[in-house]
């Protein structure tokens, strides 16, 4: 399912906050640039248009069906991975003049109903984005002990009734495997009043997902690679969708560790690697939302290396 330049699959990902990211990313158009989650090739299509001849950009997605969509340019050099092992595939061009990150789910990933991310299909739940992966969602609600359970949906998806649905799952885990969204909405039944209780599937949803692919944890580590092999005065452009990605990002940003440890020189003077773009991030306009709803959520946040 090739895509000529700048015909990427909009049904596979629509590009959220395109221009404001790639304004604010591109510095040196003859430059090297990194999209480490290339998804439908939205971005790095702009990017592509940014950039001179002399220009390259090396993307990376872990998810075999992203790989299909590779723009045929000359520039672009597409590797599949997950983007916590970008920098092993790049020694003999660091140092970089950008890095963008598309953080989460890709639209297809919703809404292809096979790979199990979504609340609105009754299939098998997966959650996988490297379908070649060992862990599941499945193995999450069926094989995990009950407190390991409890502990990522509290930490993952900030359920504070996460014993109560940790022990209501493993109840009914012994009755009949937990395989579809209907098995786990019936395993949690009577948790929360039923207009909540969407709401409530959701944050499952994303608490076991983040765990499935270790997603906090790889953004820790690009965070920290992509400071490394940045030039000086290059940037970083982070689009997440939730409050515990967009944390890591900002404490990151303003402190240069993930806890927001501010750490200063003998003069008082602030060590922060990176300074930020903006002092809040940049957000969606509404004509965006009403196009795109679900790019309500997300977040942009660049960082310029000091």
Sequence with gaps: MTKGHGDTDQKYHIPVLL??????????????????????????????????????????????????????????????????????????????????????????????????????????????????????????????????????????????????????????????????????????????????EKALLVQMFQAIRIEVNDELEALKILLESGLKVLKPGGRIAIISYHSLEDRLVKNFFRSGNFEGTLEKDFYGNIQAPVKSLTQKPMVPAEKEIETNPRSRSAKLRIGIKI
């Design 19 to 196: 221009q404001q990211t790639v304004d604010g990313l591109i510095t040196n158009p003859d430059g090297v640039y990194l999209d480490v989650t290339y998804g439908g090739g939205g971005h790095s299509a702009e990017i592509l248009k940014r950039l001179t001849q002399k220009g390259k950009l090396y993307a990376f997605d872990q998810d075999e069906e992203a790989i299909e969509n590779k723009i045929p340019d000359k520039r672009l050099t597409l590797i599949k991975t997950n983007y916590r092992f970008f920098e092993n595939h790049i020694q003999k061009i660091i140092p970089i003049d950008g890095i963008l990150a598309d953080i989460g789910v890709s639209s297809h990933q919703f809404d292809a109903d096979y790979r199990g991310f979504s609340i609105r299909f009754d299939e098998p739940l997966d959650m996988r984005m490297d379908k070649s992966a060992k862990l599941n969602a499945q193995i999450v609600l069926n094989e995990y002990e009950e407190k390991a359970l409890a502990d990522v949906l509290y930490q993952y998806g900030e359920l504070h009734n996460s014993r109560l649905l940790a022990k209501k799952i493993v109840k009914a885990r012994i009755l009949k495997p937990i395989i579809t969204p209907t098995d786990l909405k019936n395993a949690i039944a009577g948790s929360v009043k039923p207009h909540l």
